[in-house]
């Protein structure tokens, strides 16, 4: 089974060719295509977005890329949800229509569960059962997984995303968004115990993340330290940097700790674009080694949105005999533990 | 002048009920910098609309839909348009329709591509507090926020 994989449920396009024997065999970004070949010499600048335009050139190179031709293709795969529904419904639709015309299944795959999947593209992926925390722009979600569609909310996030909070402190510190690795970037040269932010809910049982107090703390200690440019000085730019990515790594970290004490599994998998923090993963790594749990996640490419996770998860459930009828159906919010399961 | 989050949310709840009351469309833009309250005020809105849940911040996602039967109220947050074009890819249109409610944080990053609104609301970082400044551009913003006045 071989399948074509496209994701375009938010800023990014992304496709992918997934063989269900051979493994992973092309993937590309609209942001990294050679668009001298794909446009002729012109290359527009397109909008965040603008999937209509850039997703043909996209197919054509990953086809190319692998030396696939469209009677090797067994099923199109696409993001269905959750997401913007503009967005989606381009994806949606050229795949739907795309499978028709060549013959073959459609897939409509939940954004989450691929990213959820995507560990299992490396080369030693994780087995089930495990915890997955979710973490990204818009999504902290601590979920344990049985098997694929068997998913149990444990807690999620009452207001901010972790990788909000990233991306909301750099703007505070006059960083470029995305945030994350701004502000990883400037911790580094940060001074370990000159603040110490607060670990939002920690205190409190359960496994749900509040993020937006720590925005207002670290917004206070700016305004507190800024000088007449309205910014602290530079180390203590950085002090500040090194205080939030330890409250919102330490915050993770307890929750994660305490799933997996409370769920009696000891392997962790950690996906979506905080992921690739990499603070988060030494530290996660440090504390669940203390209880004898493992931690998985994918490479950085795959962490953030990307074509290849939908074209696996849309393999598995392919396998499984899940087939979308000729219409074509997005929707906005699809709760993860609604998916059937396998 | 709003002295802390309680009383943020209940400006929001206040806003809500009115335009709860009136099946009209309804656009409000939300203005103010980072930690201003724009997200708790919708949050006191929606509760207004019957919502119990948790409010997420649509930055990432740019628009959040709340749906009932009879209503729809959307969230947005423009703060990550790069252009204003970009509304336009996104759908903007359709969710102005019928008698759904609007409710921007951000909205100069839309300019061009938004209707009027009905109602702006300025918030402001003031000591502890925030500082709220209403304001109405449409007959129809200035009957809300008259009745809005009178009960808050």
Known sequence: MRVLGIETSCDETGVAIYDGERGLLAHALYSQIDLHAEYGGVVPELASRDHVRKLLPLIEQVMAECGSQKEDIDAICYTAGPGLIGALMVGASLGRALAYAWGVPAVGVHHMEGHLLAPMLEASPPAFPFVALLVSGGHTQLVAVKGIGQYEMLGESLDDAAGEAFDKAAKMLDLDYPGGPHIARLAERGTPGRFTFPRPMVDRPGLDFSFSGLKTYTLNTVAEHAQVDGLPDEQTCADIAHAFQEAVVGTLAIKCRRALEQTGLKTLIIAGGVSANTRLRTELEAALGKIGARVYYARPAFCTDNGAMIAYAGCQRLMAGQRESLAVNVKARWPLDSLPPL | ?152
């Open chain 2, 1 to 152: 002048m709003l002295e802390n989050e309680a009383a943020t949310l209940a400006l929001g709840r206040a806003l809500g009920q009115r335009l709860k009351a009136l099946p009209e469309q309804v656009t409000v833009f939300l203005e103010g910098d980072l930690g201003a309250g724009k997200t708790t005020t919708t949050r006191g809105l929606l509760q207004a609309f019957g919502h119990q849940g948790a409010v997420k911040s649509p930055t990432y996602t740019l628009v959040e839909a709340y749906e009932w039967p009879e209503r729809a109220v959307y969230h947005f947050d423009l703060y990550r348009l790069g252009d204003p074009e970009e509304l336009e890819y996104m759908g903007i249109r359709d969710y102005f329709a019928d008698d759904s409610v609007c409710i921007l944080e951000w909205p100069e990053r839309g300019q061009g591509y938004l209707p009027t609104p009905d109602i702006s609301l300025q918030l402001r970082v003031a000591g502890k507090g925030r500082e709220a400044r209403l304001s109405a551009a449409t007959k129809k913003g200035q009957e809300i926020l008259a009745q809005v006045l009178e009960s808050y």
